[in-house]
């Protein structure tokens, strides 16, 4: 079984950085893919960015040129680097895997953008 742990959340001002990070434990087999998501209170969970197990990237168009999402494979972590953070960006950020027969959420981490 799969398990991801986020960590990286939190309050920043307008116009900050977080990283968030995600650990996956388990092992997988073959092609996956690792997104970030989020979900703002009385809206639906969207996608924020992904990365396929070649690296390519997909990013939400809201995010592009302020996130990075990237991996190390070597300690089975991806990250998504937030800059240039706005109040329309808070929400609950989740990691998700997916493979064949694996479909792994996180717990979810906080972010708040705030003066």
């Known amino acids: 079984q799969v398990q991801l742990v986020e960590s990286g959340g939190g309050l920043v001002q307008p116009g900050g950085s977080l990283r968030l990070s995600c650990a996956h434990s388990g092992s997988i087999f073959g092609p996956y893919v690792m997104g970030w998501y989020r979900q703002a209170p009385g809206k639906q969970r969207e996608l924020v960015a992904s990365?396929?197990?070649?690296?390519?990237?997909v990013y939400a168009d809201s995010v592009k040129g302020r996130f990075t999402i990237s991996r190390d494979n070597a300690e089975n972590t991806v990250y998504l680097q937030m800059n240039s953070l706005k109040p329309e960006d808070t929400a609950v950020y989740y990691c998700?895997?997916?493979?064949?027969?694996?479909?792994?959420w996180g717990q979810g981490t906080q972010v708040t953008v705030s003066s």
């Open positions: 990365i396929i197990s070649g690296g390519s990237t």
């Open positions: 998700n895997l997916r493979a064949t027969g694996v479909n792994s």
